[in-house]
């Protein structure tokens, strides 16, 4: 149901984007789909595959929507991969790369890939990562720019900073801070499903980059480990 959803939602991003989201947008169903059938098969229980539907909701109103999807595997030892997938109203990207595990309460990632805005253009995108656990708290710290971005130009950075507590089996309690979005708490519900969900939102009651505040602007989630 949660892939029916995503690729439903896929398609009307596409159409609301214009037709220059076509090739990228379908990149990333194929990868989804790809990378399902091949989670299916795999015997690595330790990999990760998440498909999230998830929408922005600022005074009452939708101004964004998306799908995206992120894959984890480990190769040998400490190393492992990992591949993201985003399309969203007038934007898509898709890159992977290497992660590197010096601890087993640490995670770090490097990855590039591409990304391609509504006129059709398409451009370089890189990224990098950060993550951290010890018993029930964690935090991920997940950075992404593109070749402008050592030029001063800011407009391509973005960046999403989540520590978390697991207070109970189906109930995590934390914080997000996502550039372009806000900051504020966040809750996230497990679902009992199987392949396993989460239901989760993130009230962001202000911008701290910016010094401003917005009061009802909400990200809202729903997604599925498989």
């Known amino acids: 149901m949660l892939l029916t959803l995503a690729i439903s939602l896929t398609l009307a991003t596409v159409h609301s984007g214009g037709e220059a989201l076509m090739r990228i947008s379908i990149l990333v169903l194929v990868f989804c789909a790809l990378t399902i059938a091949i989670t299916s098969q795999s015997v690595q229980a330790d990999g990760a ?5 998830f929408s922005a909701v ?10 995206d999807m992120f894959v984890a595997r480990p190769i040998k030892g ?17 890159y992977a790369g290497p992660t590197y595990a010096p601890k087993d309460w640490l995670v770090l990632g490097v990855s590039g890939g591409v990304e391609q805005v509504a006129n059709g253009n398409l451009g370089l995108r890189f990224a990098t990562s950060a993550w951290a656990g010890y018993k029930k708290f ?3 710290a997940i950075g992404e720019f593109n070749p402008d971005s050592f030029t001063g130009d800011t407009s391509g950075v973005w960046f999403d900073l989540t520590p978390r507590y697991q207070a109970a089996p189906w109930l995590t309690l934390g914080a997000k801070w996502r550039r372009g979005v806000g900051a504020g708490p966040l809750v996230e519900l497990a679902l009992p499903t199987k392949p396993s969900g989460t239901i989760w939102f ?6 701290p980059e910016r010094l401003i505040g917005h009061g009802g602007r909400m990200l ?7």
């Not at 997938?85 to 898509?92: H, I, K, M, Q, S």
């Not at 993130?202 to 911008?207: C, K, L, N, T, V």
């Not at 809202?220 to 498989?226: D, P």
């Open 220 to 226: 809202l989630g729903v997604q599925g480990s498989f």
């Open 58 to 67: 600022d005074k009452g109103d939708i101004h964004l929507a998306g799908v």
């Open 78 to 94: 400490k190393l492992g991969m990992s591949a993201f997938a985003l399309v969203v109203p007038g934007w898509a990207q898709v």
């Open 138 to 140: 964690s935090l991920l």
């Open 49 to 53: 595959t998440v498909v999230e539907v």
């Open 202 to 207: 993130s009230w962001m009651p202000g911008e």
